[in-house]
């Protein structure tokens, strides 16, 4: 493990930062794509282009008042929300954002990851069960059942590259694709990895979690003000952090398409040129897949609930595991016999 | 390589405080006036009809069950992904009859609960 040429406490404020404020860019992106792509205006009166639009509405949040109902456990009710923002803000602490440029590199920073990612089913759970109605249990239960699901393919396609980088460290993930790219020796992995990762972040198509026509608000129905805003920002959070670990995963991190081969080329390791390099590449791929989880929002109608199991676990899940035996035996005969 | 862990306890505790900041605020700077009618459970404008907590599908228990069984088995694929060029053919093979084990419990699951997991044969 190299030492980070910048203090990790420097890099976690920035990414803290960073992640805070993309999820509110992220909602002025989703309004002005959907806008676009329904062909209305979206938001512009609040600000140049609307751009003030996010600031507006956490205001109109804050200054709403907060319900908590009678009827439901007042505890749980007022913790659930905390669950689904930490998870998605500690998960930024494997996420290697350039050349030395990560908080921390565990050795185990996969397994944290899938750890980290299965406890923001117990926010969701715990907020649709302490709300005492009926529309927030059948969104609770149906939002565990739907992540839990998608737990599984996700867990198999990461599975899949830990074969190539033969490490559990997301650093070791990114390096191993300095040649080539997750996506190109491992296509089906990535195509699995998007879906799950849609479904985890309960994003369109997968969104019958929050199903407006049948359960009203789903988990969320009973929460009101900056709770109800911690969900929102939860989302957004996740859409981000979801479109990271595929960049990480799948499209090699900070590494441009076959940098190995043209490595002299690029500025030394080390320097501020590769940092400023390294993070504007890792950023516009985020920014790139961010835009297609807003994309496929707009463009795909919602699954119904036996629809979205049997493609989790007839579909995905044969599939990824199929996946994995193929790519582990190419890549043992190529390792006993060549 | 145990202080490779403390940035994650600095930002738990980071992440922690900013949002329960978030949730005490609305509290502290919005406005509270409590009803009887405002505190009832929405639904949809009536009355509530009994109470939410009543017995629930057992698909969703199943569903739990099956997520158990399958997570442990892929976690223990991970060790020997990270390890399996040294480990050699034999623990291929034996990996391999896993993998087929793991599968035909797949198969079996789908086959027996496809009821309970509201998979149907055509699923248009």
């Not at chain 2, 306890?9 to 009887?36: E, M």
């Not at chain 2, 199943?62 to 060790?79: G, N, R």
Request: aromatic fraction near 14%; glycine fraction near 8%.
């Amino acid at each position: 493990m190299e030492a980070p040429i910048i203090s990790s406490y420097i890099i976690l404020g920035a990414a803290l930062f960073v992640l805070l404020n993309s999820a509110a860019v992220c909602v002025y992106a989703e309004r002005r794509i959907a806008a676009f792509i329904q062909n209305r205006v979206g938001p512009n009166r609040v600000g140049p282009f609307g751009l003030l639009q996010p600031i507006a509405d956490v205001v109109k949040l804050i200054f709403k008042e907060d319900v908590t109902p009678s009827y439901g456990n007042r505890i749980l009710h007022s913790v659930a929300p905390l669950i689904p923002v930490t998870t998605a803000l500690m998960t930024v602490a494997v996420i290697p954002f350039g050349d030395g440029l990560f908080i921390t590199d565990l050795n185990i920073g996969i397994l944290y990851l899938l750890a980290i990612a299965s406890l923001g089913v117990y926010g969701v759970t715990m907020a649709g069960w302490a709300s005492n109605s009926k529309y927030s249990l059948l969104g609770g239960l149906r939002a565990a059942a739907q992540m839990l699901s998608y737990e599984l393919p996700m867990g198999m396609a990461i599975a899949s590259m830990v074969l190539f980088s033969m490490s559990l460290s997301l650093v070791d993930m990114v390096n191993a694709q300095i040649y080539w790219w997750g996506i190109f020796v491992n296509p089906i992995g990535f195509i699995i990895f998007t879906i799950a990762a849609f479904a985890e972040a309960n994003r369109s198509p997968f969104d019958l979690v929050e199903a407006e026509q049948e359960l009203v608000g789903g988990f969320h129905t009973e929460y009101s003000s900056m709770k109800f805003g911690m969900f929102f920002l939860a989302e957004y959070m996740h859409v981000v952090i979801g479109s990271m670990l595929i960049t990480v995963f799948f499209l090699g991190g900070y590494h441009l398409p076959f940098a190995g081969y043209y490595a002299h080329l690029l500025p030394e390791a080390g320097t501020l040129a590769k940092a400023i390099l390294d993070i504007s590449v890792f950023g516009a791929k985020v920014a790139f897949m961010v835009f297609v989880f807003i994309w496929v929002r707009w463009t795909i109608p919602r699954f119904k609930y036996n629809q979205l199991m049997s493609l989790g676990w007839a579909r995905l899940l044969p599939l990824s595991i199929a996946n994995f035996v193929i790519i582990a035996f190419i890549l043992m005969m190529i390792h006993e016999f060549f | 390589m145990l202080e490779a862990y403390l940035p994650i306890f600095v930002l738990l505790g980071i992440a922690l405080f900013l949002a329960i900041v978030l949730a005490i605020l609305s509290r502290v700077i919005g406005p509270y006036r409590p009803s009887a009618t405002k505190l009832r459970p929405y639904e949809s404008g009536m009355d509530p009809v009994g109470d939410a907590k009543e017995r629930y599908s057992i698909s969703f228990y199943m569903v739990a069950m099956e997520f158990i069984v399958f997570d442990l088995e892929i976690i223990f694929i991970y060790p020997w992904a990270v390890r399996y060029k040294e480990l050699g053919l034999g623990t291929f093979f034996a990996v391999m009859v896993f993998i087929l084990i793991l599968t035909l419990g797949l198969i079996y699951t789908l086959k027996k609960e496809s009821k309970n997991f509201q998979i149907s044969k055509s699923t248009n």
